[in-house]
């Protein structure tokens, strides 16, 4: 088990915010904290966001530079 920083870009879609987000960050391992830090609004398009967050991954760091 290792501590992995994130550093996550999501397009925001309609629906539930939060669990947008942490489908987003779970899919790297099981989170624990995530924060908003910068939305970017962009014309014509849903805002992108910026999220940070840390998960606990069960993943080896050589398997995932392979």
């Known amino acids: 088990m290792q501590l992995l920083p994130l550093l996550l870009q999501l397009e925001r879609q309609p629906g539930s915010l939060r669990e947008q987000v942490e489908a987003a960050v779970g899919a790297h391992g099981t989170p624990l904290r995530w924060a908003i830090t910068a ?8 805002p992108m966001l910026q999220i940070e967050a840390v998960v606990l991954s ?3 760091p050589e398997a995932s530079d392979a």
């Open 58 to 60: 069960d993943a080896s």
């Open 39 to 46: 939305v970017d609004h962009r014309p014509e398009q849903p």
